[in-house]
């Protein structure tokens, strides 16, 4: 009976161990679109130091797949990835969200210069057609009517734009500054204006393995916060 009882200990440890290894997965596969000095496809850049920041300490190996949004968003659903990196807080159905934003996108409007004969905000887009890149639910966040389009690439919003087929583009500043500078358009013909300001998350599918990446960001992100260390990547990468 004592051995049967030691079996019994023995196996309910060993399950114990078995269940505490699960618990925290050995890596993560982060799906993002490549961000100049944010996502850079050879592992340096602010936002993969933060990730490396936060769950390195916790034994998890941080990887990662460059793809469109559109393309990271697909390879999370389809259990290839294990997080979309920079998604808008519930952007995604039925996926979980980081409880902290790690930055922030300064949404913008661009439009003809005048076409708008005095800029209101966001009240300036209601019942106008807004294009914006394909994933992205820009739209679902301005509060006010609009017609959507959604596009493949910002390359063809911008002529599509061009020719008037769109009242405005709506972007990320910085996306948007990079794209004008491919000179696809005369961008001064072109005006620019803020609109909101939209936190990043990371977005984990709703399972067992994206619950505890998600428990282990959100207990170390606020304490790297607290003690400054994000500051440091951000000024690090003049962010």
């Given at each position: 009976?004592?051995?049967?009882?030691?079996?019994?200990?023995?196996?309910?440890?060993?399950?114990?161990?078995?269940?505490?290894?699960?618990?925290?997965?050995?890596?993560?596969?982060?799906?993002?679109?490549?961000?100049?000095d944010a996502t850079n496809k050879d592992g340096t850049g602010l936002?993969?130091?933060?990730?490396r920041a936060v769950y390195e300490p916790a034994g998890v190996k941080v990887n990662f797949i460059i793809r469109s949004y559109e393309g990271s968003i697909n390879l999370v659903t389809t259990n290839k990835a294990d997080a979309v990196v920079g998604s808008y807080q519930n952007e995604i159905k039925g996926m979980i969200y980081s409880n902290d934003a790690f930055d922030a996108d300064a949404i913008v409007a661009l439009f003809k210069k005048g076409t708008v004969s005095s800029w209101q905000g966001k009240e300036s887009l209601k019942g106008k057609t807004v294009a914006y890149v394909k994933g992205y639910s820009i739209a679902k966040y301005l509060g006010i009517p609009v017609e959507q389009k959604e596009f493949d690439t910002r390359e063809n919003i911008l002529q599509i734009l061009d020719k008037g087929r769109v009242d405005f583009y709506l972007e990320n500043e910085t996306d948007l500054d990079e794209v004008l500078e491919l000179k696809i358009v005369d961008k001064d013909?072109?005006?620019?204006?803020?609109?909101?300001?939209?936190g990043l998350y990371l977005a984990f599918p709703d399972n067992d393995k994206g619950k505890a990446l998600k428990a282990i960001f959100d207990e170390a992100y606020p304490k790297l916060e607290a003690s400054g260390e994000i500051q440091k990547l951000k000024t690090k990468w003049n962010w």
């Open positions: 009976m004592k051995r049967v009882g030691i079996l019994v200990l023995l196996l309910l440890w060993g399950m114990h161990c078995s269940a505490l290894a699960a618990e925290t997965p050995k890596e993560i596969m982060l799906a993002s679109e490549e961000w100049t936002y993969w130091d933060i990730f013909k072109f005006q620019k204006e803020p609109v909101m300001e939209l």
